[in-house]
């Protein structure tokens, strides 16, 4: 059983950036595809990136493309997600997942239901 704890979040104004990170327990994430989500408040969650076990190769949703970059450190079981350029529609709780050990090693996980673990979330706020 994984366990998954979020931590960075707080409140920025509109161009800064914010680094979260994502530590794992009671398992490796070196077998797991990572990914993170978020959702605003009254929206559904939405997808945000996702680091391939396999391979290490990233993939991002649309929204975040070229802004945000998800990086793993396997040795300190730990993931990280550096945000830039803020803006005010990146405001959410940010949640971390794992997929299930070996899951994902020729694709990316995009979807909620792919993720067997979660994170409580972190809360993110941009001020404009």
């Known amino acids: 059983q994984v366990q998954l704890v979020e931590s960075g979040g707080g409140l920025v104004q509109a161009g800064d950036s914010l680094r979260l990170s994502c530590v794992a327990s009671g398992g490796t994430i070196r077998d797991h595809s990572m990914g993170w989500f978020r959702q605003a408040p009254g929206k559904e969650r939405e997808f945000v990136g996702v680091?391939?076990?396999?391979?290490?190769?990233?993939y991002y949703g649309d929204s975040v493309k070229g802004r945000f970059a998800i990086s793993r450190d396997n040795a300190k079981n730990t993931m990280y997600l550096q945000m830039n350029s803020l803006n005010s529609e990146d405001t959410g709780i940010y949640y971390c997942?794992?997929?299930?050990?070996?899951?994902?090693?020729?694709?990316?996980?995009?979807?909620?239901?792919?993720?067997?673990?979660w994170g409580q979330g972190t809360q993110v706020t941009v001020s404009s």
């Open positions: 680091s391939r076990f396999s391979d290490g190769s990233t």
């Open positions: 997942a794992a997929g299930v050990a070996g899951a994902g090693r020729y694709y990316y996980l995009q979807t909620g239901n792919q993720y067997d673990y």
